[in-house]
Nanobody, 122 residues
C-alpha cells in the first residue's frame, strides 16, 4: 500500500523560507512521479512542482518557479519542497501526491498525503 505523509508546514513571515517533507512508503520509485499541490481557501487545487523518478526531471508552475525547489532523497524515501522568498499568496494547504507511469505533470495522481498548512504573514 502506498502511503504519503506530508509535514513541515507552519507560520512564516513574508520573505522567509520553509521546507516541506513528504515521506513515501510502499512506492516503487522507478516509473513514478511525485508532485506537490496546494489549495488556498476558495481556490482550486494547483499543481506547483513535480519530480519524475526515472531521471529526476523537475517541473514548476509559473507561480513558484525560481523560488521553490523539489528534490528527492531515494535513500530516505522522502521528497522535499524547499520554499524560499515566501509571499502571502503562498498561503495554502500543501499536499504531496504520487503516481505510477507518465502523463501530464499534474494529472492522474492516485496516492495522496494529508495536507500541511503553510501560512505566510505580510
Amino acid at each position: 500500500e502506498v502511503q504519503l505523509q506530508a509535514s513541515g508546514g507552519g507560520l512564516v513571515q513574508a520573505g522567509g523560507s520553509l521546507r516541506l517533507s513528504c515521506a513515501v512508503s510502499g512506492l516503487t520509485f522507478g516509473n513514478s512521479a511525485i508532485a506537490w499541490f496546494r489549495q488556498a481557501p476558495g481556490k482550486e487545487r494547483e499543481g506547483i512542482a513535480c519530480i519524475v523518478s526515472d531521471n529526476d526531471d523537475t517541473v514548476y508552475s509559473d507561480s513558484v518557479k525560481g523560488r521553490f525547489t523539489i528534490a528527492s532523497d531515494n535513500a530516505k524515501n522522502t521528497v522535499y519542497l524547499q520554499m524560499n522568498s515566501l509571499k502571502p499568496e503562498d498561503t495554502a494547504v500543501y499536499y504531496c501526491a504520487a503516481r505510477y507511469g507518465g502523463g501530464s505533470h499534474y494529472s492522474s495522481y492516485d496516492y495522496w498525503g494529508q495536507g500541511t498548512q503553510v501560512t505566510v504573514s505580510s
